[in-house]
């Protein structure tokens, strides 16, 4: 891929050492912890699932009730630690299989109830649990690949992004539909208001949801379905897409990994900006997400233009960059490759600036360049669309310009209607048609033009990169948490041990057990202790990137 | 005196409007002539579909043109102007606070419910305003307490209890499925069972809330798009006095 800014190579290299630098007292503690819903995520890729007739899931019957009985049992001091041990040992005791043990549990068996029996055919069982569920994984990982390479090149070029949010996962089936059948790549099913502070993930297919729908393992099955329908009848591999963020963050990456998701919204920093949760939550959450969801070959998508809609796009530019450089570093730590991290970054300068056009064309090849193996994701104006949707068609229209004149990876595509509901079919349609418009008629563009040497362009860039290296370094001197408690990203102040969900972290111990964190990390490479329970390595992992060279 | 107006495209009284919409049909020549007879079934006494698109095999995306004959009269349409005075800056206020009530005027906001938008709540209550328009923290005689977002109805009380609230600010902006209308009226709800709904004065505000519907559910007033903390003030002072005299 062609350079045009001239961005100086060590500058790059500095920020990204400052923001690895930024990142690693935090990573340490997140491997000293877990939290309830990591030990969930665990269970769920082991086998655990269903719910009880009141809809609470399995899962979370087991880690409450472990923790009920002895806050400690998660730990892991003298006794093994972690939840599956004991949901392992139950399975041992009843002899069954897990789905029949799930509907023991779900109908009142406690697994904490039976002491823990002979610790290596606990172990065994264990491993043979995580071979199955990453297997599965694995499998669909290859699937995904096999189907896109057997239909290469047939996807847009960037990827166009659709989102559908009707609250009813059989309405939303009619309008993903309809958006692939147009020429949609990449299917969202954005989750309903509440979910992400919902500390357990519903069960079963659902049809009541406000500004979108739940995420739920049998509503990703329903869409995988239909989606891998109109990818067969189109010969276009359709990815789907939904949300591992929130207080489940790892159940949701797990669950996406068992259904084939092909990509997940996955920020380090969102649930604590924007959701209120609590930031050693996240922190701990997103790590383990991150590593299903590399193991998966899942893009994940960073949420970067969030903070363009709290902060001034075009005063705050930096910021955006500089969590970039932040959500790369966690990333690589959670084993994920370039070619999976679709970076966020949005078009959201007020509409009027003067040259806010070449600003927003600067800072989308600025973040080209920097990060030029991850597929970007670049999303459309939101917060300065108004009821005037002929004034929001012609923004979208300009964004989609600046996205193909800069080879992003990830187009979500912006809806004329934005200011004023969820997308209405039609709205799909015209998003579609006006992005297919713009991009073929444009499609060498990016070979053909270059900037000014000296130019508004080429000075915008050099001049955000330097103010994100300022930021990484204040950011340093005080560290990314009191960073984040003194409102330097969104201008959003969090405190430390506020927001939701900090009671849900654990401590581990030193026989904490988790042999799908152990297989992980054994596949991904990563350093961590215990052996690998996996069969085969995942350091491959599918060459579903959208990788821009 | 009546004034008839009806829709202008480029002659008076043409009656020429556009409409675009979508039907759960195929694409087609029986498609559109379905489209056609539903303008005309609408009143509109001409109907041309300048365009017809499928938006998959079941749905198509219809542009027509109607012409319609109904007029209406401008001079008997009542805007609902409750919400519309901005009458009192800033200064005014904080001066008319001091005269009249001599003590600071006790204001709390948040947006409710599993809402998360803030940036409403946070133009009409920031310190820095919105649009080079002060919010209420900025007023010296008002003491206001932003909650943020995400707060449950139950919470918002307690709090207005606790600081003794003159008034309370509700956000709403997630309004699908009129989600935004049950969590409006399940909060007056909340407040008439404790018997405490006069004590405050209490307002929603919110891209699609209006007046008229604020006022239909039980609050004073409503607050929509383009409102600014001068218009809250406005109304919170005028109304605390109006209050204050019965
Ligand atoms: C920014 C934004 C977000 C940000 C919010 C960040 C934050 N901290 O606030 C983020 C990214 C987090 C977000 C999330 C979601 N969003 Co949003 N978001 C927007 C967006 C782009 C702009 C809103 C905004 O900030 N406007 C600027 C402010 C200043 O305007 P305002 O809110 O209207 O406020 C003014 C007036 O209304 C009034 N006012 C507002 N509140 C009050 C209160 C009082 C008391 C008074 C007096 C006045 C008042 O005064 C303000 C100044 O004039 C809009 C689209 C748009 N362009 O409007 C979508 C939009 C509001 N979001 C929407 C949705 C659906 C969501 C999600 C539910 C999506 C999802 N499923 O995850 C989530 C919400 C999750 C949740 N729990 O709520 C929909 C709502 C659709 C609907 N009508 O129901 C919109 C319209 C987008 C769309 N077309 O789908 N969103």
Redesign the pocket.
Known sequence: MKEKLGLSKGKIAEARSLASGIVAPVLDFIDGHTTVTVERATLRIAGADGADADGVPVPNLIVDQLRAADPATLEGGALEGGALVHYVNALIRTGGGTADLNRRIAEGYRVGSEPLGDREAIRRKGAQLVDIGLGKVKANRMQRSAKMEEWKGRNNDPLLYLIV?TGNIHEDVKQAEAAALRGADVIAV?????Q??LDYVPFGATTEG???TYATQENFRIMRAALDAVGEREKRYIWLTN?ASGLCMPEIAAMGALERLDMMLNDSMYGIL??DINMYRTFVDQKFSRMINSYAGITINTGED?YL??SDAYEKAFTVLASQFLNEQFGYAAGLPARLMGLGHAMEMEPGIKNGFLYELSQAQMAREIFSEHPLKYMPP?????GDIFKGLAMDTMFNFVSKATNQGIHLLG?L???????FMMDRYIAVENAKYVMNSMESFYDEIEFAKDGLVVNRAKEVLSQTIEFLHEIGEKGLLDAISTGMFAE?KRPKDGGKGLEGIVKKGNNYWNPVEEALKAGLGLPGRGRDYSASSAGDASSAGVAKG | MANIVRPYGDTLDDGKVQLSFTLPVPDGPKGREAARLLVLSWGFKECEVVNSAAVSDDFTFYVAYGKTEIGVDYEAARADTASEDASMGMDETCAFVKERFGRKVVIV?A?TG???????????MNMKG?NHHYGLERYSMLEAHNLG??IPNERLIEFAEKVNADAI????????KD?HVQNLVNFIELLEAKGERGRFIC???????SNKLAVEIGYDAG??????AD??ATFVVKKLAEKARE
């Open positions: 949010a954005i989750r309903t208001t509440a992400s502070l406000f500004g979108g949300y924007f959701r969030n809609t709290t939101t917060k300065f669309m108004s809806m209607t934005e200011a004023i509901h969820t997308p959003v | 906001g947006c599993f809402d998360a938008h803030t940036v409403g709540i946070d133009a009409i919105y977002a995400q600010l509700i956000s709403q902006v997630v309004t699908q989600v307002i929603a505000g919110g891209p699609r809330i607050f929509g798009k383009g409102c600014y218009h809250v």
